[in-house]
């Protein structure tokens, strides 16, 4: 899906919300989608990043984006339908939710996970995103095309010793695409994973300290599958759990 090519007008006209807009993949997406049109919704926890990503998409060219400070830490479900409420005040449509917003949490021993950090990881990779999904879904159901985007992981598809929490936020993630996918399945709204492999973010780099980052892909690298599950053109995709970077998936142990 590297090579796929979007056309400069393949959003045009569509209200998209980017969690995580602040930096990496979610920073990249938001100008990608920007770039292509979009209405692009910034949510992140730190003002003065999205702030800038803001300003970028100004300065580009974009249509005006809008920002939605929010710690999804400590947010509750009310704050998620307010926030759809002031989205349908505002704009009167949703047409995406790309969920890029993570927490890596410490990687080390399944016995030594702590309960806090169990919590904590589990409650911005997974609730937050279950909460924020239940408020949109009437906004996304009444937009035709409608796309919903979830960050998966290599480690979320094949269990990995030492990435606990983690892993199993991913694997649910996994299953909450799947489920809701079925579900959705004839209302004109898609859902899908993106897995984005190995790419020069500051996650990867608090995962790998000793990576050699100039190897890695950069966001931008992988956007073409961003905007693919975006566009018009994956609209008979649905429920897929689809690898940025294909090329260099690590094959099974039993292939």
């Known amino acids: 899906m590297l090579d796929y090519h979007a056309s400069p007008d393949l959003l045009n006209d569509k209200v998209i919300l980017v969690t995580g807009a602040g930096s990496g993949i979610g920073r990249e997406a938001a100008l990608s989608y920007g770039a292509h049109g979009a209405t692009v919704i910034l949510l992140g926890k730190t003002v003065k990043k999205l702030e800038a990503v803001y300003d970028e998409l100004l300065a580009q060219g974009s249509p005006e984006p809008a920002i939605i400070p929010l710690d999804l830490q400590g947010a509750t479900k009310q704050h998620y339908l307010d926030m759809a409420e002031t989205i349908k005040q505002q704009f009167g449509r949703l047409d995406g939710v790309l969920f890029n917003a993570g927490q890596l949490g410490a990687l080390g021993p399944f016995e030594m996970i702590g309960e806090d950090e169990w919590d904590s990881v589990m409650q911005v990779n997974l609730k937050s995103q279950f909460l924020m999904t239940q408020a949109l879904l009437p906004l996304l159901k009444a937009t035709p095309g409608a796309a919903i985007v979830y960050t998966s992981s290599g480690v979320g598809k094949r269990g990995?010793?030492?990435?606990?929490?983690?892993?199993?936020?991913?694997?649910?993630?996994?299953?909450?695409?799947?489920?809701?996918?079925?579900?959705?399945?004839?209302?004109?709204?898609?859902?899908?994973?993106?897995?984005?492999?190995?790419?020069?973010?500051?996650?990867?780099?608090?995962?790998?300290?000793?990576?050699?980052?100039?190897?890695?892909?950069?966001?931008?690298?992988?956007?073409?599958?961003?905007?693919?599950?975006m566009g018009h053109?994956?609209?008979?995709?649905?429920?897929?759990?689809?690898?940025?970077?294909?090329?260099?998936?690590?094959?099974?142990?039993?292939q």
Do not use: H
């Open 233 to 254: 053109d994956s609209q008979e995709v649905n429920g897929q759990s689809l690898d940025a970077q294909a090329d260099k998936v690590r094959p099974r142990a039993d």
């Open 160 to 229: 990995r010793a030492y990435w606990g929490s983690y892993a199993v936020s991913k694997f649910a993630t996994e299953g909450m695409m799947e489920v809701l996918a079925d579900e959705l399945d004839n209302t004109g709204v898609r859902v899908n994973c993106i897995n984005p492999g190995a790419t020069r973010t500051e996650m990867r780099a608090r995962a790998y300290p000793g990576e050699d980052a100039s190897t890695l892909r950069t966001p931008k690298d992988l956007m073409p599958l961003y905007l693919y599950l």
